[in-house]
């Protein structure tokens, strides 16, 4: 209760169950009192339903984590009627498996299936539904490995057919139609999916999934070929997601400070990256367990590196700022191109290191401006030395935007000091030839300004 409590003061209203199930294909246990994971650990039933239990008097959604097409090499004699048939096999005849710790046995090595299978899909979907009767929880978070090539079934087949007939062999080509089916088999409950890289993260975006979730990883690239390195690749990726899915919002899962030894987080690399998700109209799953924070991709190695210091205070006001004006970051707004100029400051509108980003959204009321600080700090998000310098601070800066918009208020609002409150700033209006514009002057900025305009 004091775990769930903690989270609650951020506001969390959606929880990732990890690693908490029997096997990925067989994740309820026969008994349901204790059993052993996969890796070996006792998991206690009355502890998951402790859990379960003291999330939903917070109004959390707990999500049963489990891959979609995985089984522990087990299956192969354990009875479960998990047929190798059904298995993906690479382009070169190899078995698609992933080595978790083969010095555990069969145990520890998964086997990966085709998602267009059909009895596959009516296995796993069978399975899912047991963890509803069993447990309470909420939905499906489903995972995969990413992308990993041409597939071919255990029959030297294609995976199965696209919308137009063609024959499909990459597995993240796949996902909108395994989606869409697991969907319509689990309502009412919700579904989760994550498309590592946020390889074939277009095709999950149309699909029928409730929430949007990626795990980005810095080598992998998007479909124009930029890399997800940098703070604009992540906000690109939530725009298209939002733009391609009718408005949800993406969370991202990216690990800063990458299993860095060091016991701390550094502040300047995680309060940048929830500005910069936040702003874009995003959200994260970093926070969880209490107030413990992720630096890599295994959860429960979440207790190696710890918030300190005036860093979970920070934390705690920036969730506190993305509940408070959600209107404006993500309720239905759209990109709009708008110029913007500081005086004496160098501005970007694609996330340049060492100047301020600036890009805008509008809705029928407001026009919103985001102030991203990056002069003084570079613009990648992972920080694996744990050397990213906090932003160098701008005061006082004169800002002009060029906007047909009728302003009859300007207001900034900021998670960056001790308020949050929108303070209205005195603006003066102008015009440039026949260009439009306001001027009004920031009194600071040190990591993201919200400017919305009325």
């Known amino acids: 209760a004091g775990k769930i409590d903690a989270m609650s003061r951020y506001h969390l209203n959606g929880v990732q169950f990890y690693d908490w199930q029997y096997r990925h294909h067989q994740p ?32 959390m959604a707990c999500m049963a984590y489990n891959m979609i097409y995985a089984a522990n090499q087990t299956y192969r004699t354990d009875g479960s009627g998990v047929s190798p048939q059904w298995r993906l096999v690479r382009a070169n005849g190899q078995d698609f498996t992933c080595d978790m710790d083969a010095k555990l046995g069969p145990v520890g090595v998964l086997q990966y299936f085709n998602p267009l299978n059909a009895d596959w899909q009516k296995y796993i979907f069978a399975q899912e539904k047991k963890v509803f009767e069993a447990f309470a929880f909420d939905g499906w978070h489903g995972d995969t490995i990413g992308e990993n090539g041409p597939m071919r079934t255990a029959d030297g087949e294609p995976l199965g057919y696209d919308e137009n007939g063609e024959p499909i062999e990459l597995v993240k080509n796949c996902y909108t139609q395994f989606l869409n089916a697991a969907k319509a088999a689990i309502a009412p409950r919700y579904l989760a999916f994550n498309p590592v890289g946020a390889q074939g993260i277009e ?51 990216a690990y800063v400070n990458y299993r860095n030894p060091k016991s701390r987080f550094n502040p300047a690399a995680v309060r940048m990256m929830d500005c910069v998700v936040f702003a874009s109209g995003g959200a994260r799953i970093e926070l969880g367990n209490g107030d413990n924070m992720l630096s ?8 190696k590196k710890r918030m300190k210091g005036e860093l979970p205070g920070d934390v705690q006001r920036l969730y506190d700022f993305l509940v408070a004006y959600e ?20 501005v970007s509108t694609d996330g340049k290191s060492d100047a301020v980003w ?47 918009h009728a302003v009859t208020a300007v207001w900034l609002a900021s998670p960056d000091g001790k ?4 303070q209205e700033l005195p603006f003066v209006s102008g015009q440039d030839g026949e260009a439009a514009h306001i001027e009004f ?11 919305f305009l009325r």
């Open 419 to 422: 308020s949050i409150a929108p």
């Open 358 to 404: 600036t890009f805008a959204r509008a809705d029928e009321r407001n026009e919103i401006y985001h102030f991203i600080n990056l002069t003084g700090t570079d613009n990648g998000w992972r920080d694996e030395k744990q050397l990213k310098k906090e932003p160098s601070p701008v005061q006082n800066v004169k800002t002009r935007i060029y906007t047909n």
């Open 296 to 303: 890599d991709e295994y959860f429960p190695a979440d207790t």
């Open 28 to 59: 309820v246990a026969e008994d349901l009192s204790f059993w052993k994971d996969w890796s070996g650990r006792t998991i206690s039933g009355d502890a998951v339903r402790a859990y379960l239990d003291a999330a939903h008097e917070k109004n």
């Open 203 to 253: 095709n999950v975006n149309v699909s029928d999934v409730d929430v949007l979730y990626t795990e980005f990883w810095p080598w992998d690239r998007d479909a124009d070929g930029l890399a997800y390195d940098s703070y604009y690749s992540l906000h690109k990726a939530i725009v298209n997601a939002c733009a391609q899915s009718g408005g949800k919002s993406l969370i991202v899962a």
């Open 327 to 346: 209107n404006l970051l993500r309720d239905g707004q759209r990109c709009v191109e708008r110029r913007v100029e500081l005086a004496g400051v160098p």
């Open 441 to 451: 002057t920031q009194p600071s900025l040190a990591y993201w300004n919200m400017v």
